[in-house]
């Protein structure tokens, strides 16, 4: 089992940056895959970006595609999420997300690919 806490969110005008950390308990973290979530007021909870075990493979949603970027360091059992050129549109709770299964059932871009969640960090874009 895994124990998931963000940090580092805040508010932050249009086109300024953030950087979100993931820091997961247990000596394990290098065998989880690890994706970033995000869900706006009244909106379902969607993806934003997932890492591999290694972090040699990432993908991410076509809305922050070049604008976000996802690492981990597996020495510190922290995952990253680099937000640059925020829009107001980027307003959510920005929540970490790990799995270990070897092949996931569901596309990882999918909330039910995750077993193991943080309790979100708040990301405000002032326009």
């Known amino acids: 089992q895994v124990q998931l806490v963000e940090s580092g969110g805040g508010l932050v005008q249009a086109g300024g940056s953030l950087r979100l950390s993931c820091a997961a308990s247990?000596?394990?973290?290098?065998?989880?895959?690890m994706g970033w979530f995000r869900q706006a007021p009244g909106k379902e909870r969607e993806f934003v970006t997932v890492?591999?075990?290694?972090?040699?493979?990432?993908s991410y949603a076509d809305s922050v595609k070049g604008r976000f970027t996802i690492s981990r360091d597996n020495a510190k059992n922290t995952v990253y999420l680099q937000m640059n050129s925020l829009k107001s549109e980027d307003t959510a709770i920005y929540y970490c997300?790990?799995?270990?299964?070897?092949?996931?059932?569901?596309?990882?871009?999918?909330?039910?690919?995750?077993?193991?969640w943080g309790q979100g960090t708040q990301v405000t874009v002032s326009s």
């Open positions: 247990g000596r394990t973290f290098s065998s989880y895959v």
């Open positions: 890492i591999s075990r290694g972090g040699g493979t990432t």
């Open positions: 997300a790990a799995d270990r299964t070897v092949s996931a059932a569901v596309p990882r871009t999918s909330p039910s690919a995750y077993e193991y």
